[in-house]
Antibody, heavy 120, light 109 residues
């Protein structure tokens, strides 16, 4: 079935790095734009980043620009989020999400989420 | 940046009630608005996209309307499984900006 499975979360010190992965199955991964969305504990949803179906364009929220990098490997059906210079305010559940199309701006498939905790 | 507000922030309702949630954008966004349902500990679920298009598999008691700055999510007859938090989300394509509303929690009266 259509599925997204995130991995790579954990506890990291402020200033540290972490790489999240999102394995896709059940759909033609290389045909869709993909996003990362996060949710701090007890808070609302925040869009983090987007990558076009072929990786040609990437966009970031201002809060992570210059620190996070989104990428994808269509041969492995996998989406990534490299997170550097992590801050306490980056603590959240990180979800990968499939765009409805190439870039329709709505997310029809979500992963289960992976928790990232930034703490000393 | 476009801001979204939702009202109410929370509501209590009974099974069978008609429930309406409003989302207002700080500037016009045409119909580039989606609605999601989220239950505790779970990922959000897409209900409505393009302001009024029902996502496949979503019950027809959910409907969306509006354009420009004012949007509405309506649940025609609230069911036990509908108690959750609902988020609106807007999409601006250039430059790409995606923002969510603060959420509306629907709980049991």
């Amino acid at each position: 079935q259509v599925q997204l499975v995130e991995s790579g979360g954990g506890v990291v010190q402020p200033g540290g790095s972490l790489r999240l992965s999102c394995a896709a199955s059940g759909f033609t991964f290389s045909s869709y734009g993909m996003h990362w969305v996060r949710q701090a504990p007890g808070k609302g949803l925040e869009w983090v980043a987007f990558i076009r179906y072929d990786g040609s364009n990437k966009y970031y929220a201002d809060s992570v620009k210059g620190r996070f990098t989104i990428s994808r490997d269509n041969s492995k059906n996998t989406l990534y989020l490299q997170m550097n210079s992590l801050r306490a305010e980056d603590t959240a559940v990180y979800y990968c999400a499939k765009d409805l199309g190439e870039l329709l701006g709505a997310f029809d498939i979500w992963g289960q989420g992976t928790m990232v905790t930034v703490s000393s | 940046a476009i801001q979204l507000t939702q009202s109410p922030s929370s509501l209590s309702a009974s099974v069978g009630d008609r429930v309406t949630i409003t989302c207002r954008a700080s500037q016009g966004i045409s119909s580039a608005l989606a609605w999601y349902q989220q239950k505790p500990g779970k990922a959000p679920k897409l209900l409505i996209y393009d302001a009024s298009s029902l996502e496949s598999g979503v019950p027809s008691r959910f409907s969306g309307s509006g354009s420009g700055t004012d949007f509405t999510l309506t649940i025609s007859s609230l069911q036990p499984e509908d108690f959750a938090t609902y988020y609106c989300q807007q999409f601006n394509s250039y430059p790409l900006r995606i923002t969510f509303g603060p959420g509306t929690k629907v709980d049991i009266k």
